[in-house]
């Protein structure tokens, strides 16, 4: 079975500094997907970013961008120039490469941005 | 349309009670997932639908609980005889626009029920 571990259920950080959120991940499988949720109070959950397994290449989407280290299965989010808009909860999550399999998710880290 | 609506977002009911939920996919989706989501947690998988078949079940969805998707558009989610450990937010997702050929792809989150029972 597919776990997905996030071991820093809070951070903090200022406006405009960078952070690193960490996930690793534990499957048999070659072909995956990973991703990163976004999910304010109180609002719904939305993509921050998706990295496919076979792809050596890591993720970027503008200001956040991922280290997808495949053999230690680790998938980290780094969060460039922070924003108070960035305050939530992150869920790292993944998801088999196979028609209709459900997301795993971690247990989420909670990041807030302070002025 | 604008994405995935869910009705109603908060639900409060006492123990016992039978309750039932509404998710509306982005409409061109083919699959359609329910979550459940409690303090503090991931989001758990419960059920998964393709078009109108139910194909997956997690062991999480007890007898009390049955979901459908009548005609491969909304989806309901009913749980019978509601207990306090059923507290929690309940989230649907869709996926995969139809006629796409791919495997997988990004899912796509309504804004949840939160259920109370007292």
């Known amino acids: 079975a597919q776990t997905v571990t996030q071991s820093q259920p809070e951070m903090s950080v200022q406006e405009a500094e960078t952070v690193t959120l960490s996930c690793t991940y534990d499957t048999s499988e070659n072909n995956y997907y990973l991703f990163w949720y976004k999910q304010p109070p109180s609002r719904q959950m939305i993509l921050v970013i998706r990295q496919e397994a076979y792809k050596q290449q890591n993720a970027t989407e503008n200001r956040f961008s991922v280290n997808f280290q495949k053999a230690a299965k680790s998938f980290s989010l780094k969060i460039s120039d922070s924003q108070l808009g960035d305050t939530a909860m992150y869920f790292c999550a993944f998801m088999m490469y196979q028609a209709g399999t459900a997301l795993i998710f971690g247990k989420g880290t909670t990041l807030s941005v302070s002025s | 349309d604008t994405g995935v609506s869910q009705d109603p977002r908060h639900k409060i009911t006492k123990r016992g009670q039978n309750v039932t939920f509404r998710c509306d996919p982005i409409?061109?989706?083919?699959?359609l997932y329910w979550y459940r989501q409690t303090l503090g947690q991931g989001p758990e998988f419960l059920t998964y639908f393709q078009n109108e078949a139910q194909l997956e079940k997690s062991r999480l969805l007890s007898d009390r609980f049955s979901a459908e998707r009548p005609k491969g558009s909304f989806s309901t989610l009913e749980i019978q005889r509601t207990e306090q450990g059923d507290s929690a937010m309940y989230l649907c997702a869709s996926s995969l626009p139809r006629g796409t050929f791919i495997l997988q792809d990004e899912q796509y989150f309504g804004p949840g029920t939160r259920l109370t029972v007292t």
């Open positions: 409409s061109e989706h083919n699959r």
